[in-house]
């Protein structure tokens, strides 16, 4: 619903720019856009806007956010996810982790975006379908399984695929928009949930959302958050 509006108040500001009269909508648009949560920019750039998105995005930097998705409540008694309390979110040296994210993370990952959401973010996420535009599908190795470590600690955090193949893991997670990872797949010596569904880990790194299919658990994690390297 949000990107519907930032798409209307793009489109509003657009028309004021380009127009030799006034436009009714362009007060209205400039304050729905004052407060939307991302960056929106009118569809009608300029050649030198086109020239400094194309540099940005060349470069890697991500400069918006998706609104992301809510998490499903954890139920009581349930033995998976692991729930951890608000004290593993607690503000730490860097945001709620112990340090920014490594400086050259997997598959091409956005250094930026990534430290905007594992260190300085409870919510928003990459934005959807954002992983297929990185080099992992290119790079990962299909025949067997992969570790995905925090981009700040280095800690594996999930192995997969497990118990299915990496076709059936692509696919789930092309459907939904964000990398998706089953129980089996995750390394809960290191991974916890709050009781609001939000997936993180024990160090404080924010990874996404649980949220349950009739298959069970599905922890929706942005690429960004699992693209570190072990520490030796």
Same mark, same amino acid.
């Given at each position: #619903?949000?990107?519907?509006?930032?798409?209307i108040?793009?489109?509003?500001?657009?028309?004021?720019?380009?127009?030799?009269?006034?436009? *009714?909508?362009?007060?209205?648009?400039?304050?729905?856009?004052?407060?939307?949560?991302?960056?929106?920019?009118?569809?009608?750039?300029?050649?030198? !806007?086109?020239?400094?998105a194309? !540099?940005?995005?060349? !470069?890697?930097?991500?400069?918006?956010? @998706?609104?992301?998705?809510?998490?499903?409540?954890?139920?009581?008694?349930?033995?998976? *996810? $692991?729930?951890?309390?608000?004290?593993?979110?607690?503000?730490?040296? %860097?945001?709620?982790? *112990?340090?920014?994210v490594?400086?050259?993370?997997?598959?091409?990952? !956005?250094?930026?975006?990534?430290?905007? $959401?594992?260190?300085?973010?409870?919510?928003?996420?990459?934005?959807?379908?954002?992983?297929?535009?990185?080099?992992?599908?290119?790079?990962?190795?299909?025949?067997?399984?992969?570790?995905?470590?925090?981009?700040?600690?280095?800690?594996?955090?999930?192995?997969a695929?497990?118990?299915? @193949?990496?076709?059936?893991f692509?696919?789930?997670?092309?459907?939904?928009?964000?990398?998706?990872?089953?129980?089996?797949? &995750?390394?809960?010596?290191?991974?916890?949930?709050?009781?609001?569904?939000?997936? &993180?880990? &024990?160090?404080?790194? %924010?990874?996404?959302?649980n949220?349950p299919? #009739? @298959?069970?658990?599905?922890?929706? $994690?942005?690429?960004?958050?699992?693209?570190?390297? *072990? &520490?030796?």
């Open positions: #619903r949000g990107h519907r509006v930032g798409e108040a793009a489109r509003s500001a657009a028309d004021a720019t380009t127009s030799d009269h006034p436009n *009714p909508m362009s007060a209205f648009a400039a304050s729905i856009r004052a407060h939307l949560p991302f960056a929106v920019k009118p569809k009608r750039a300029s050649t030198t !806007s086109r020239a400094a194309a !540099s940005s995005a060349s !470069s890697g930097m991500e400069e918006s956010l @998706s609104d992301g998705c809510k998490g499903a409540p954890v139920a009581d008694g349930v033995k998976l *996810p $692991i729930v951890c309390g608000e004290e593993v979110m607690s503000q730490k040296a %860097h945001g709620t982790s *112990p340090a920014p490594q400086k050259n993370l997997k598959w091409g990952c !956005s250094t930026q975006t990534a430290d905007k $959401i594992c260190s300085f973010n409870r919510h928003y996420a990459e934005h959807a379908g954002y992983w297929t535009s990185t080099n992992f599908l290119a790079e990962v190795d299909r025949t067997t399984e992969t570790t995905y470590y925090d981009s700040v600690t280095g800690k594996p955090l999930f192995i695929p497990r118990g299915r @193949s990496f076709e059936a692509e696919k789930e997670s092309r459907s939904h928009g964000w990398p998706s990872f089953r129980d089996e797949e &995750v390394v809960w010596e290191n991974v916890r949930c709050l009781k609001d569904g939000e997936a &993180v880990s &024990v160090d404080g790194t %924010h990874l996404g959302h949220l299919d #009739r @298959s069970g658990n599905r922890y929706c $994690i942005n690429l960004v958050s699992v693209a570190g390297s *072990p &520490v030796e």
